[in-house]
């Protein structure tokens, strides 16, 4: 997915870029939710009729710990 739309301008390189699914990718836009990246990381602002605040979100569902710093990953177990 491209956080910011190929047709608008946006780049199509990995700092543009953030894994979606096929339904999400189409379907998005259209229910209100918006993508941006924050250190390189997605953040998702729901639509203002699930959080009136819209506080970004991540999807941690299949989540692997990230680190930039150069820190060791620990082990998968």
Same mark, same amino acid.
């Given at each position: 997915?491209? /956080? ?6 946006? *780049? ?7 894994? /979606?699914?096929?339904?999400?990718? *189409?379907?998005?836009?259209? *229910? ?8 390189? /990381?997605?953040?998702? *602002? ?32």
């Amino acid at each position: 997915h491209h /956080v910011i739309p190929w047709s608008d301008g946006g *780049r199509t390189d990995l700092e543009n870029l953030t894994l /979606v699914c096929g339904f999400h990718h *189409r379907e998005h836009r259209k *229910r209100g939710w918006t993508c941006h990246l924050t250190d390189g /990381v997605p953040h998702w *602002r729901p639509p203002p009729w699930i959080d009136s605040t819209q506080t970004p979100r991540r999807n941690t569902t299949h989540h692997i710990p990230l680190h930039f710093d150069g820190s060791p990953v620990p082990a998968l177990t």
